[in-house]
């Protein structure tokens, strides 16, 4: 008999889906959203046909809408509260898929260290090293792969894209970070952002089920290329 692998993901709000996240978590992708999306179910979202893909099951869904990577209190992704919430009481991940980051750039989280902004945990860059630091020393056993982010652009308006450097901090700043995290901890990065490509939104941010799609393709194309 094959053994089963289990995925969870750590996210926010592009990775939420009512009915699959840990109880109490801020959901974005409820009944109105999924509507209004085009989302008829949870086989649409990117996660679920990644998962699909590599055969195997979920785990948890660890995605609070709105959260960011930095922060000191949940909740930050950074937090033991959301890191130890990766698991069950029956099942630890096998692979844990970190989808994470966009709030941060969106609302320009600053690179460097400024600790007059309560909102700002030391700098994304150091959260991120901080928030896969604490992810490894609870899930010693488990596979991180960590994604860029990618933009989105409005349906029918592909000219209309998220702004490349909302407030100060240009995006691949953060994704930068990110990689750099990812390398010198010799944690695997899903470096999607690389493919140029951007998500179909209603709104710039939320991926609608054709958003989704591009998504999981791309975290698909990663997988099966490595």
């Not at 959301?82 to 096998?94: E, Q, W, Y």
Request: charged share 25%; proline share 3%; glycine share 8%.
């Amino acid at each position: 008999m094959a053994y089963m692998k289990y995925v969870s993901i750590l996210g926010d709000s592009i990775s939420t889906f009512e009915g699959c996240n840990t109880k109490g978590y801020s959901i974005y992708y409820d009944e109105y959203h999924k509507e209004i999306n085009g989302i008829k179910g949870v086989e649409d979202m990117w996660w679920h046909k990644v998962i699909t893909h590599l055969g195997a099951q979920l785990c948890t869904n660890n995605s609070y809408s709105g959260s960011l990577v930095t922060g000191d209190k949940f909740p930050a992704a950074n937090t033991y509260q959301r890191i130890n919430s990766l698991c069950t009481a029956f099942n630890k991940p096998d692979i844990i898929l970190v989808n994470i980051g966009f709030n941060d750039f969106g609302y320009g989280r600053k690179i460097y260290p400024d600790y007059n902004n309560d909102h700002d945990f030391l700098s994304f860059i150091f959260a991120y090293g901080i928030m896969l630091d604490r992810i490894r020393e609870v899930y010693p056993d488990s596979q991180i792969i960590c994604g860029t982010l990618v933009r989105g652009y409005v349906k029918d308006h592909k000219d209309r894209i998220f702004p490349d450097a909302p407030v100060s901090y240009h995006i691949d700043d953060y994704n930068n970070v990110i990689r750099d995290s990812c390398k010198k901890r010799n944690i695997r990065l899903a470096d999607i952002a690389q493919s140029g490509e951007f998500l179909e939104t209603l709104e710039l941010c939320h991926p609608t089920a054709a958003g989704q799609d591009t998504l999981a393709k791309l975290w698909i194309k990663y997988i099966d290329t490595n």
